[in-house]
Every structure is written in C-alpha cells, then in structure tokens.
Nanobody
Framework: QVQLVESGGGLVQAGGSLRLSCVVS????????MGWFRQAPGKEREYVAG????????YYSDSVKGRFTISRDNAKNTVYLQMNSLKPDDTAVYYC???????????????WGQGTQVTVSS
C-alpha cells in the first residue's frame, strides 16, 4: 500500500521560509509524478506545484511561481517544497500527491498524504 507522509509545516512570519517534505513508501517512487496542493479554510483545494518522475520538468501555479521550488530525491523517496517569501495568503493545509503524470487536476493523482499545516502570520 502506497503511503505519503508530509512534514515541515509550522508557523512562520510573513517573508519567512519553510521547506516541506513528503516521504513515499510502499510503491516505486521514481515511477510517480508528484504534486503539491493546498487548501485554505473555506476554499477549494488549489494546485501549487508539480514535478515529473525524473525531476526534469517542474510546474507552478502563478500564485507561487518565483517563490516556491519543488524538487525530489528519488534515492530518498522524497519530494520537497521549498517555500520562500511567504505571505499570509499562503496559509493552508499542504498536501502531496502521487500519480502517473503531472497534472494541475487533483483527480489525476492516485495517492495523497494527510497534509501539513502552514500558517503565515502578518
């Protein structure tokens, strides 16, 4: 059974940085494209970033482009989301997801983590 476990969330002041990690177990990590999504209270789930299985291709939503960086280490079965210049609007629960190909649509991913809370204070 494939399991995804996120970590690295927390409380940070605006302008600060956090790095999220997502460890995947129970599957062939290097065969999965990975994505990060987030959901703020009262809002729909939002695509944040995606990365191909090889790591050669990365994709970002306009709201985070230039501030966030997605990366992966296939030897460690881990995908990362480096978040810089954080804003209060970035406050949300962040989820990682695994699937056959990168997509902005959450429905295209087969496996999801439980999420990690990120809170950015002003």
């Amino acid at each position: 059974q494939v399991q995804l476990v996120e970590s690295g969330g927390g409380l940070v002041q605006a302008g600060g940085s956090l790095r999220l990690s997502c460890v995947v177990s129970g599957g062939t990590f290097r065969s999965y494209a990975m994505g990060w999504f987030r959901q703020a209270p009262g809002k729909e789930r939002e695509y944040v970033a995606g990365i191909s299985w090889s790591g050669d291709s990365t994709y970002y939503s306009d709201s985070v482009k230039g501030r966030f960086t997605i990366s992966r280490d296939n030897a460690k079965n881990t995908v990362y989301l480096q978040m810089n210049s954080l804003k209060p609007d970035d406050t949300a629960v962040y989820y990682c997801a695994a699937g056959p190909r990168v997509s902005w649509s959450g429905g295209r991913y087969d496996y999801w983590g439980q999420g990690t809370q990120v809170t950015v204070s002003s």
